[in-house]
């Protein structure tokens, strides 16, 4: 049964408080909630100060993102509403300043904090800093609020990646977050690198593992203040809002999206019969709202933990996914590219090792003999060295079955009314995945590499171009491999005749 209050109107009049404003679900959050939240009162923005610049020039930076365009026209004066606080959760006590800190603890009902590091690869150090030291900073100052009625954190479903089901609950943490914390402080590097395996073990890298301890860590406020975390897995491009598309880094799935419409990349290790996990930013964002709004209805004294995962609701493995990613990157190709697209996933390593020794590392080796010969600079091989990095970080997540329990998530609709559940939507199941996939890449052609949608006609051209190029070479390998086998054989079968 829905509360008596829509959730419009529970915001209504409400200042929430958001860490990684700047970030990818940040931003969207920050315009869903301008958006469809009318009353609320005031957003309060921690954001890193910039040499130079002041508050109101940092604000402006931030809106000059395309997602913010549409609502820009919409009502140009809900942006009023934002208020930048100059901080950094790097630094003791975030860096705020005494009247700052005192007014978000006075206005502000709700926090989300979604500040957090995404790369898999941070040295242990930096990954406990930016996860974990700095949630703690965030909940310190969340316990002196005079009245907080949600605190939503947001981790991630890859928290525990060593489980064969991760299920809606709290997983104590093998490590006390004081103890590394404490041991990151004085340690020095070449002990921390040393120790740094041993640490995360079984976490495949430090992104899921300082993630884990810093669930640990929240679960210890529990009983202090309402208190609900929110495990997205992969996150994607906006289905819907604020634009169909929209995404804003290179992160994961788009990292490979981009590179394979580039030509770049051209061979993955992955099993095409998996399924993938992936949530669209919007559904994201719209499901950490809604916890926020329940969580402040229904003050619970126990910490919930929702797993906003797709889990088989709407299957698509990623075999189809890159079947219809090739389909309409051909048909909203890149302006700039070095190849025309192509390859395929492997499914067993020495089957990816070995496309990837002839169709990445020749030719960029081959391509920067060129350069060298013609007096340029080299940069292919370099360029390839940290496209193969990137790909042995995702192919762990891309070579293994993924099962997440996501029954509050799906409960979300069930706890709001039809109003509610058609603006805040969260039903991954009426997705088309072929439309879907379309605007993904239409969005990282224009948000991504800032290549206008009228720089079409010239790209298709360019692609039809670099198909025939593509033809030829292929058609003169194997040429020259059908002469040479033909040449070889015609002298072994002269030497067996003599």
Same mark, same amino acid.
């Given at each position: 049964?829905?509360?008596?209050?829509?959730?419009?109107?529970?915001?209504?009049? #409400?200042?929430?408080?958001?860490?990684?404003?700047?970030?990818?679900?940040?931003?969207?959050? &920050?315009?869903?909630?301008?958006?469809?939240?009318?009353?609320?009162?005031?957003?309060?923005?921690?954001?890193?100060?910039?040499?130079?610049?002041?508050?109101?020039?940092?604000?402006?930076?931030?809106?000059?993102?395309?997602?913010? $365009?549409?609502?820009?026209?919409?009502?140009?004066?809900?942006?009023?509403?934002?208020?930048?606080?100059?901080?950094?959760?790097?630094?003791?006590?975030?860096?705020?300043?005494?009247?700052?800190?005192?007014?978000?603890?006075?206005?502000?009902?709700?926090?989300?904090?979604?500040?957090?590091?995404?790369?898999?690869?941070?040295?242990?150090?930096?990954?406990?800093?930016?996860?974990?030291?700095?949630?703690?900073?965030?909940?310190?100052?969340?316990?002196?609020?005079?009245?907080?009625?949600?605190?939503?954190? &947001?981790?991630?479903?890859?928290?525990?990646?060593?489980?064969?089901?991760?299920?809606?609950?709290?997983?104590?943490?093998?490590?006390?977050?004081?103890?590394?914390?404490?041991?990151?402080? *004085?340690?020095?590097?070449?002990?921390?690198?040393?120790?740094?395996?041993?640490?995360?073990?079984?976490?495949?890298?430090?992104?899921?593992?300082?993630?884990?301890?810093?669930?640990?860590? &929240?679960?210890?406020?529990? $009983?202090?203040?309402?208190?609900?975390?929110?495990?997205?897995?992969?996150?994607?491009?906006?289905?819907?809002?604020?634009?169909?598309? *929209?995404?804003?880094?290179?992160?994961?799935?788009?990292?490979?999206?981009?590179?394979?419409? #580039?030509? &770049?990349?051209?061979?993955?290790?992955?099993?095409?019969?998996?399924?993938?996990?992936?949530?669209?930013?919007?559904?994201?964002?719209?499901?950490?709202?809604?916890?926020?709004?329940?969580?402040?209805?229904?003050?619970?004294?126990?910490?919930?933990?929702?797993?906003?995962?797709?889990?088989?609701?709407?299957?698509?493995?990623?075999?189809?996914?890159?079947?219809?990613?090739?389909?309409?990157?051909?048909?909203?190709?890149?302006?700039?590219?070095? *190849?025309?697209? $192509?390859?395929?996933?492997?499914?067993?390593?020495?089957?990816?090792?070995?496309?990837?020794?002839?169709?990445?590392?020749?030719?960029?080796?081959?391509?920067?003999?060129?350069?060298?010969?013609?007096?340029?600079?080299?940069?292919?091989? #370099?360029?390839?060295?940290?496209?193969?990095?990137?790909?042995?970080?995702?192919?762990?997540?891309?070579?293994? #079955? *993924?099962?997440?329990?996501?029954?509050?998530?799906?409960?979300?609709?069930?706890?709001?009314?039809?109003?509610?559940?058609?603006?805040?939507?969260?039903?991954?199941?009426?997705?088309?995945?072929?439309?879907?996939?379309?605007?993904?890449?239409?969005?990282?052609?224009?948000?991504?590499?800032?290549?206008?949608?009228?720089?079409?006609?010239?790209?298709?051209?360019?692609?039809?171009?670099?198909?025939?190029?593509?033809?030829?070479?292929?058609?003169?390998?194997?040429?020259?491999?059908?002469?040479?086998?033909?040449?070889?054989?015609?002298?072994?079968?002269?030497?067996?005749?003599?």
């Amino acid at each position: 049964m829905a509360p008596s209050a829509s959730v419009a109107e529970y915001y209504a009049g #409400k200042s929430i408080f958001i860490t990684g404003a700047t970030g990818f679900m940040g931003k969207v959050l &920050v315009e869903k909630l301008l958006k469809s939240c009318p009353g609320l009162n005031k957003l309060y923005l921690l954001m890193r100060p910039k040499k130079g610049q002041s508050s109101k020039e940092r604000l402006d930076d931030f809106l000059g993102f395309k997602l913010f $365009g549409p609502l820009q026209k919409e009502n140009p004066k809900c942006f009023e509403k934002l208020h930048v606080v100059p901080g950094d959760i790097l630094m003791d006590d975030l860096g705020i300043s005494i009247a700052d800190r005192e007014l978000i603890q006075r206005e502000c009902q709700v926090i989300f904090h979604c500040a957090a590091c995404v790369r898999f690869d941070m040295f242990l150090r930096d990954a406990v800093n930016l996860n974990t030291v700095a949630t703690k900073r965030v909940l310190e100052l969340a316990k002196d609020f005079n009245n907080l009625e949600a605190f939503i954190h &947001v981790s991630t479903s890859y928290c525990r990646c060593e489980l064969d089901l991760l299920e809606e609950k709290l997983y104590p943490s093998p490590h006390r977050p004081e103890h590394i914390m404490d041991c990151m402080r *004085w340690m020095d590097d070449k002990l921390v690198a040393h120790m740094q395996p041993k640490l995360i073990e079984p976490q495949p890298n430090t992104y899921a593992y300082t993630k884990s301890l810093t669930e640990d860590l &929240v679960s210890q406020y529990e $009983g202090r203040f309402p208190i609900t975390i929110a495990r997205p897995s992969i996150v994607t491009a906006a289905y819907k809002e604020p634009i169909p598309g *929209w995404v804003d880094n290179l992160n994961g799935p788009t990292g490979l999206l981009v590179g394979a419409g #580039k030509g &770049v990349i051209r061979t993955m290790h992955c099993d095409d019969s998996l399924q993938t996990d992936v949530v669209p930013v919007d559904i994201a964002v719209n499901a950490c709202i809604l916890l926020a709004y329940l969580t402040g209805i229904e003050k619970p004294q126990k910490i919930q933990i929702c797993n906003i995962t797709q889990s088989g609701l709407n299957p698509i493995t990623w075999g189809e996914a890159l079947d219809m990613g090739r389909v309409h990157v051909r048909e909203y190709p890149f302006s700039v590219c070095l *190849w025309y697209p $192509g390859g395929s996933p492997k499914k067993t390593r020495i089957q990816h090792e070995i496309a990837l020794f002839f169709t990445h590392l020749l030719p960029a080796y081959f391509v920067d003999l060129l350069l060298f010969l013609l007096g340029k600079k080299t940069f292919m091989i #370099k360029v390839q060295k940290r496209i193969n990095y990137g790909l042995e970080v995702l192919q762990y997540y891309t070579t293994k #079955k *993924w099962l997440f329990k996501n029954d509050n998530f799906l409960a979300l609709r069930t706890k709001i009314s039809a109003e509610d559940d058609r603006i805040f939507y969260t039903d991954i199941q009426e997705i088309n995945w072929n439309d879907y996939i379309r605007e993904y890449i239409k969005g990282a052609r224009e948000f991504c590499c800032d290549e206008d949608p009228s720089t079409l006609p010239q790209a298709r051209r360019l692609q039809k171009q670099l198909f025939y190029l593509d033809f030829a070479v292929r058609l003169i390998i194997v040429s020259l491999t059908i002469y040479v086998s033909y040449y070889y054989l015609q002298v072994l079968f002269n030497v067996l005749v003599k």
